[in-house]
């Protein structure tokens, strides 16, 4: 019946198609030869309504286009066009019987056609679920054979989260996870950069997420359960993880430790080959001592707070001594315990002396207005703020002992500042610096505002310092803070600026700067051995 079928659809496809026919289905990976001067040739194939078909024409001479046709010779799918050498193809079979048609093109042409693959709608099926983790894998047999995850829950509560396990490839693999979501959770601060979305062990109580990490690995990170799903803007969307994220209850390392409640705390991971964060051995409480005032400026049109620190021991007199300029000045007192690290790094002796001044904003948009690159809020800085440190302390240092530092939108604020006002600003340690913004409008090629900067002008005596994470990489085909770090780091270094690089093995996150601005301050101004016990 088969075979009937068949020379029926070759004969109807002959009579029909106005053209020539080999007269037998194509039958999957024989190659058929077509040659003509210029007539249409037709060659039938047998599929079943659903099948998944893949081929490649292969053409010696001249050139073909390709169609399907239906019974009486009408094209329903363009496949190829002008093929004048190769060319695959793939589609899924109809209804109604169908053939190949090729078209020569005005010098005839000739080939080979071949079908590469017939999959039967019968055989079409997902691959077999893999798990990258172990423990994942382990519980999921136990729920495909109907089980519980409560022993599974049970050694997950005994380990602490994220799970810690090997890959096949000898990579490290975390494993998020979160038990009894109704609806969705998302890992912010994955490490892929991204906030991710968990995925659901079948109807279980388990959602997880696995990633391969590098073995010096140090991240926070929250989740967001049943992140509630409403109309409104892409951005709208993204933000309303906000209002459920919180420390993941099953992880062992909060931070801060005296958050108020879960939703101001982050969970933390540190893997064992994660750098020392200098300074943060022995963190302690801060020995040395804060002046604290409001700093009014009608050229920027706000008042902000300011906190000057002294490590213990400070003196103006001293010409070793340095001063500090921090941006996002609350942040460096809190997640960034900058005045313990400042005098932890002072009583070894790896830093000199120093004194720190933390710049607050007065508002988030105030924030968005004065760092990315704002000439007002340089020149304040430069003019008005460095006087009023001056005046309140009796402490003038060059600028070459004058740092600014910050992260993100303060990380970019370092160089555009101290570019800006090198006369002031001598040093600029930038944490995870936003280098991929540019003022609105500015051309794609020409968007790394800092790296032109310092292509297209005057060498300038400032000193860098620049980190950026390995997690901090481009998305949707922009480039990220990593990318960008890379590309101002080659600059800088062909203009022949004195720059530093770090990389670590993190994100954008406060629990990895840390340890970055203590590096940063330890390349810029650190003490070698030899003079660590002298005053």
Do not use: C
């Not at 979501?181 to 968990?198: F, I, K, Q, T, Y």
């Not at 002294?310 to 921090?326: E, H, Q, R, S, Y």
């Not at 610096?433 to 051309?443: A, K, R, V």
């Amino acid at each position: 019946m088969r075979s009937s079928l068949k020379a029926m659809h070759a004969l109807a496809f002959l009579l029909l198609s106005g053209g020539a026919s080999a007269g037998e289905d194509l039958v999957p990976g024989t190659p058929v030869a077509v040659e003509t001067a210029g007539e249409a040739v037709t060659l039938p194939f047998a599929a079943a309504p659903g099948d998944y078909l893949r081929g490649r024409l292969d053409v010696t001479a001249g050139s073909f286009d390709l169609d399907l046709v239906d019974a009486d010779g009408t094209p329903w799918r363009h496949l190829l066009d002008g093929v004048g050498l190769s060319g695959d193809f793939q589609f899924v079979a109809g209804d109604t019987p169908a053939a190949f048609r090729l078209l020569p093109g005005p010098d005839g042409g000739a080939g080979r056609l071949t079908l590469t693959l017939r999959l039967p709608l019968a055989e079409q099926r997902p691959p077999e679920t893999r798990y990258d983790s172990p423990a994942i894998a382990g519980v999921a047999a136990t729920v495909a054979a109907g089980g519980s995850t409560d022993a599974f829950w049970r050694s997950v509560a005994a380990t602490g989260t994220p799970l810690i396990e090997r890959a096949d490839d000898g990579e490290t693999l975390l494993t998020f996870l979160y038990r009894g979501a109704a609806r969705n959770v998302r890992l912010v601060g994955a490490p892929s950069g991204d906030h991710e979305w968990l995925d659901r062990l079948g109807a279980s109580d388990v959602w997880f997420k696995s990633f391969r990490v590098p073995a010096d690995t140090r991240l926070s990170y929250q989740l967001a359960p049943d992140v509630p799903d409403l109309l409104g803007t892409p951005r709208e969307r993204r933000v309303a993880l906000l209002a459920t994220a919180e420390a993941d209850p099953l992880n062992r390392a909060p931070w801060p430790a005296d958050a108020p409640d879960r939703f101001n705390m982050k969970s933390t991971l540190t893997l064992p080959g994660a750098p020392i964060q200098p300074g943060m051995e022995n963190a302690a409480l801060p020995k040395g001592s804060f002046t604290r005032f409001r700093f009014a400026s009608g050229r920027l049109g706000n008042t902000r707070d300011i906190a000057i620190y002294k490590t213990a021991g400070f003196d103006a007199a001293d010409p070793a001594a340095l001063m500090l300029i921090v941006f996002d000045g609350r942040a460096y007192q809190r997640e960034v315990p900058t005045p313990s690290i400042l005098d932890a790094l002072v009583a070894d002796g790896r830093l000199p002396p120093a004194l720190a001044v933390f710049v607050d904003n007065p508002d988030p948009a105030a924030r968005s207005r004065e760092l990315p690159d704002n000439p007002d809020f340089a020149a304040v800085l430069a003019d008005d703020l460095l006087p009023d440190i001056r005046a309140r302390t009796g402490f003038a240092p060059p600028p070459a002992r004058t740092a600014l530092a910050g992260s993100s939108y303060g990380g970019l604020a370092t160089l555009n500042v101290a570019l800006r006002r090198p006369d002031a600003f001598g040093n600029a340690l930038s944490l995870s610096g936003s280098f991929w913004w540019s003022p609105p409008g500015t051309p794609a090629d020409t968007a790394n505002l800092v790296a032109r900067r310092v292509a297209t002008t005057e060498r300038q005596p400032v000193r860098v310092f620049l980190s950026a994470g390995l997690f901090e990489r481009e998305h949707g085909g922009a480039d990220g803070i990593l990318e960008t770090s890379r590309h101002l780091r080659d600059v800088l270094t062909a203009r022949g600026y004195d720059v530093t690089v770090r990389e670590y093995a993190g994100g954008h996150d406060y629990f990895v700067w840390r340890g970055a601005l203590a590096d940063g301050l330890l390349a810029l101004f650190g003490r070698p051995p030899a003079l660590r016990d002298k005053p």
